[in-house]
């Protein structure tokens, strides 16, 4: 069970997907077993690999891939004082993702027998349409109308990806489009509203009775993270639940997004603590009687990573999320794992995270990242 190799490596997934490039890790043992684990993406998580391969990867070197939660806490404190949050938070996730797909491997079993069992295993998605910012009312409507027709989402969440220097840009027409998607769907439909930060305190409540007035589930991250106190407070003051921890990178900032005031909360797979760290989540949540609906965007490890977590949690309020350009993991695994079938993704049964890819076409795409 000792680790021989760690090698750190972007994915370039072609011209469809505009340049992005996914942040993956690679941890093999001394009799060639590996596993997968992924970073967050953002800048193309080259600040992650690059701490994973010159201050991580040289301490896990020998030692037993099955020890992994002492590995990666001592990991954890060697470099705090790098923030930790973001990128060392990021680093951490991909090895524990690639560890725990590496001792299902090992063990013969999936990742979510490893986690308890699964209390579903077919879980609705919902379709996260992004870049609304930048569009008239008529192209929001006509890209969300595109999505439910080719994904069939049990829920949809328009988002709005604006410029985050910038406050309470146009509220008349974040309020306008958000009306036009009600309309062209319906009252039943669920519906969520993410502000990717963009509103003051103000801003947020203004929209936010707006929403309630619509008909609206939840309203994600309407002021910046940062001011998690600011956050409560719209939290509180609404009857709509405000969502955040998308960039909320360890247990204790989730306790205190939670101690603000806020009842659900997103943290991501591929930014903080990876399968290890979201199962505490859950914990926390659970715990505190707060919804736990992860933020999650990467098609593909992560992906699976994610839904493997979700599966194994009893009250799972929300669908799972499925981002803009989830098509691009077509290109690299045999069977594209992001795909839904009548609305939902299937577990897989394999073993790890069971992931079936394209061995020549990774190494093609991939980028090797050194110290």
Not at 20 to 26: D, G, N, Q, T, Y
Not at 76 to 101: N, Q, R, S, V
Not at 228 to 241: K, N, P, S, W
Not at 343 to 359: V, W
Request: a negative charge; glycine letters at 10%; one cysteine or more.
């Amino acid at each position: 069970m000792k680790i021989a190799k760690v090698e750190t490596f972007q994915v370039d997934w072609g011209a469809s997907a505009k340049g992005a490039r996914s942040a993956f890790v690679r941890i093999e043992t001394e009799d060639g077993q590996y596993g997968l684990g992924e970073a967050s993406p953002m800048q193309g998580g080259l600040a992650s690999l690059v701490i994973i391969a010159n201050d991580m990867a040289p301490a896990l070197i020998g030692k037993d891939a099955l020890d992994h939660a002492v590995l990666l806490d001592t990991l954890f404190h060697k470099c705090i004082k790098l923030g930790p949050e973001g990128a060392t938070t990021a680093a951490l996730a991909a090895l524990d993702i690639a560890l725990w797909d590496l001792k299902g491997k090992l063990l013969g079993q999936p990742v979510y027998k490893l986690l308890g069992g699964a209390w579903r295993t077919a879980l609705p998605c919902y379709a996260s349409v992004g870049g609304n910012a930048w569009r008239t009312v008529d192209q929001v409507v006509e890209v969300v109308m595109r999505r439910v027709e080719k994904e069939r989402p049990a829920a949809v969440k328009i988002r709005w990806d604006g410029d985050r220097t910038r406050q309470d840009v146009d509220i008349p027409g974040d309020i306008a489009k958000a009306k036009a998607v009600r309309k062209a769907l319906g009252d039943q439909f669920v519906l969520g509203f993410d502000a990717n930060n963009g509103y003051s305190v103000g801003g947020a409540m203004r929209v936010g009775r707006a929403l309630e007035d619509l008909g609206y589930t939840w309203f994600e991250e309407p002021v910046q993270h940062y001011h998690v106190a600011a956050m409560g407070e719209v939290a509180q003051r609404l009857d709509i639940t405000v969502s955040a921890g998308e960039q909320t990178y360890t247990l204790q900032g989730l306790k205190d997004l939670i101690n603000a005031g806020v009842r659900m909360v997103q943290p991501d797979i591929v930014k903080m603590g990876g399968i290890t760290g979201l199962m505490q989540c859950a914990a926390v949540a659970y715990a505190h009687g707060v919804e736990l609906v992860p933020h999650q965007t990467q098609p593909s490890v992560g992906h699976l990573a994610n839904i493997h977590v979700l599966s194994a949690i009893m009250h799972l309020s929300k669908p799972v999320e499925l981002a803009d350009n989830w098509e691009r993991a077509g290109s690299l695994f045999k069977k594209n794992p992001s795909e839904p079938i009548d609305g939902r993704f299937e577990l897989p049964t394999a073993p790890g995270l069971g992931m079936e890819f394209d061995e020549a076409e990774m190494k093609k795409r991939s980028i090797p990242i050194s110290a």
